[in-house]
T-cell receptor, first 114, second 114 residues
Framework: DTGVSQNPRHKITKRGQNVTFRCDPI?????LYWYRQTLGQGPEFLTYFQNEAQLEKSRLLSDRFSAERPKGSFSTLEIQRTEQGDSAMYLCASSLAISYNEQFFGPGTRLTVL | GQQVMQIPQYQHVQEGEDFTTYCNSSTTLSNIQWYKQRPGGHPVFLIQLVKSGEVKKQKRLTFQFGEAKKNSSLHITATQTTDVGTYFC??????????????FGQGTILTVHP
């Protein structure tokens, strides 16, 4: 399968702990996006990369969140000092770097903060 | 900031009935994309419209982009049980400066009774 993959698929952690998620995009896709989705809502944009450059970050994103894409391939999203409000599905998507292009989503990582 | 709203939030139909969901943006859009998310799944791209007044069809699905590029609709003719899921519209703010930030509506949940 050459789709977008995310690991882990589920993560349960205690409040105050740090967590890190990984996303492997479709290999030829230059752009990579992170979203957060809570029940009954649409995906909420967090940040995106073109190759290794982080080009935009949501103003709503706490400084406890950081994302990297060091070699322009896979990406990691880290949440420090997790809070119960961070519980959500974290989705990664990728696309070609052609104007506004369709995004291919991964299966997501479901985070539960106890 | 840009907001994208969808109505209705829920729609229950009998198989064979038609279904329409409406999408409105608080700002002018560069494009509108539609995604479908099956229960327990991730968003899957359906279509993109970029021109004012554009209409596109995919079998039983008809997508429209408003003349002012601030609204859109998705119409499904003669629904089938396979149409079950949440339908999201999403768009890029025409006044934005990046190709990255895609703003999603909250979605319309469609259930189809056989």
């Amino acid at each position: 399968d050459t789709g977008v993959s995310q690991n882990p698929r589920h993560k349960i952690t205690k409040r105050g702990q740090n967590v890190t998620f990984r996303c492997d995009p479709i290999s030829e896709h230059n752009r990579l996006y992170w979203y957060r989705q809570t029940l009954g809502q649409g995906p909420e944009f967090l940040t995106y990369f073109q190759n290794e450059a982080q080009l935009e970050k949501s103003r709503l994103l706490s400084d406890r969140f950081s994302a990297e894409r060091p070699k322009g391939s896979f990406s990691t999203l880290e949440i420090q000092r997790t809070e119960q409000g961070d519980s959500a599905m974290y989705l990664c998507a990728s696309s070609l770097a052609i104007s506004y292009n369709e995004q291919f989503f991964g299966p997501g990582t479901r985070l539960t903060v106890l | 900031g840009q907001q994208v709203m969808q109505i209705p939030q829920y729609q229950h139909v009998q198989e064979g009935e038609d279904f329409t969901t409406y999408c409105n943006s608080s700002t002018t859009l560069s494009n509108i994309q539609w995604y479908k998310q099956r229960p327990g799944g991730h968003p899957v791209f359906l279509i993109q419209l970029v021109k004012s007044g554009e209409v596109k069809k995919q079998k039983r699905l008809t997508f429209q982009f408003g003349e002012a590029k601030k609204n859109s609709s998705l119409h499904i003719t003669a629904t089938q049980t396979t149409d079950v899921g949440t339908y999201f519209c999403a768009g890029h703010d025409a006044g934005g400066t990046s190709y990255g930030k895609l703003t999603f509506g909250q979605g319309t949940i469609l259930t189809v009774h056989p």
